[in-house]
C-alpha cells in the first residue's frame, strides 16, 4: 500500500519561500505526508537537516523513500505533532505544517475517510488509537453527534441527521452512512454543490483525531522549538483550523505575523489540484 501513497503538496512555492530555507539549516516537518513539502526543503539549500513527523506510518514509509537521496539529514518521528518533544538543545530555522489529508487517506477506501466508496467506519490516522468513527456513530448519544456535527462541521442540519443515526444504527461502513445522511435531508440540500454527508464526515474525522486541540497544543509549543528569526508555517484547509491559527498568530508575544494578508492557491494551482482551493498559509516569525 505505501506505493499507493501519494499527496500533492499544497501551497508548495510560497511556504518554501515563506520559511526562506538557509545552508547548514535545521528544519521541521510537521506533517511529512508523502513527503512533497519536505523534498523542497532539503533541495532548498546546502546541508539542510530535518525532522519528520507524522501519525500515519504509511506516510512515514512513503516519505522514507521520496526522501531517500537525502536520508543521512532526515530524522523521523511518528505520533502526533503536538507530543513530539525536542531535545532542549535543538532549535529549528523553521516549521511547516500541513493540515491536509492526504490524497491517499481520502481515496484507500478502508482507511474510511471517503463516502465515495464503501469502506470501514475508521478515520484513524494513527491506527494505533482505539477511537474510531464506529465507535462514535454507534455508541454515542444523539445530543453528542449533533454537537460533533455542528462545531465541527458547521452542518446546520445537525440534529437532524443525528436523530437518523440514532434511529438507523448500527452502521457498519461509511457507504451507509452516507445514503442515511442523503435520505434524511431535503431535495434541495441532497442535491447542492456539495454532498449531503460532507460536512459529517468532516466532523468525524476531527473527532476521532482530535485534530482541533491538537492544533492548539502544538501552537502553544511550537514556537519555543523555534531560533529566533525562525519562521513557522501552517496550511489550514477549512476555518475552524485557520481561525485557530489566525488568532493564536496575532496574540502570540512570541510571534510576528509575516502574512497579513492569508495566501491561497493560484487559479493555476487550483486547477491542476482541486484539492488545493481551500487551503490557506498563514506565516509567522520568531522574534
Not at 27 to 53: F, K, M, P, W
Not at 89 to 107: M, N, R, Y
Not at 123 to 140: F, P, V
Request: proline letters at 3%.
Amino acid at each position: 500500500m505505501t506505493a499507493q501513497f501519494y499527496h500533492v503538496p499544497v501551497l508548495a512555492e510560497p511556504a518554501i519561500a515563506g520559511l526562506e530555507i538557509i545552508s547548514g539549516g535545521m528544519y521541521l516537518d510537521c506533517t511529512v505526508g508523502g513527503g512533497g513539502h519536505s523534498a523542497l526543503i532539503l533541495q532548498g539549500a546546502e546541508n539542510v537537516r530535518l525532522v519528520a513527523i507524522d501519525r500515519d506510518e504509511m506516510a512515514i514509509s512513503a516519505a522514507t523513500t521520496k526522501l531517500a537521496d537525502h536520508i543521512n539529514q532526515v530524522t523521523f518521528w511518528r505520533g502526533n505533532f503536538c507530543e513530539y518533544k525536542p531535545s532542549l538543545d535543538l532549535k529549528f530555522d523553521g516549521i511547516l505544517a500541513d493540515l491536509g489529508v492526504s490524497s491517499t487517506q481520502f481515496d484507500i477506501a478502508e482507511r474510511g475517510f471517503s463516502f465515495r466508496e464503501s469502506g470501514d467506519l475508521d478515520m484513524r490516522m494513527d491506527n494505533r488509537q482505539t477511537l474510531t468513527a464506529a465507535e462514535i456513530i454507534n455508541h454515542y448519544k444523539e445530543v453528542e453527534l449533533a454537537d460533533i456535527f455542528f462545531k465541527l462541521g458547521e452542518e446546520r442540519l445537525s440534529r437532524r441527521i443525528a436523530r437518523q443515526i440514532v434511529e438507523k444504527r448500527p452502521f457498519k461502513t461509511t457507504l451507509e452512512l452516507a445514503n442515511a445522511i442523503s435520505a434524511c435531508v431535503p431535495a434541495s440540500y441532497r442535491h447542492g454543490r456539495i454532498h449531503p454527508a460532507t460536512r459529517t464526515f468532516q466532523a468525524l474525522r476531527i473527532a476521532v483525531n482530535r485534530e482541533l486541540e491538537s492544533l492548539e497544543k502544538w501552537l502553544a509549543v511550537a514556537p519555543n522549538w523555534l531560533k529566533t528569526g525562525g519562521k513557522i508555517a501552517v496550511i489550514t484547509f477549512h476555518s475552524l483550523e485557520d481561525r485557530i491559527v489566525k488568532h493564536t498568530f496575532r496574540e502570540d508575544e512570541r510571534l510576528q505575523v509575516l502574512t497579513k494578508k492569508v495566501i491561497i492557491a493560484t487559479d493555476e494551482e487550483t486547477r491542476a489540484n482541486p484539492r488545493s482551493r481551500s487551503a490557506k498559509l498563514r506565516i509567522a516569525q520568531r522574534i
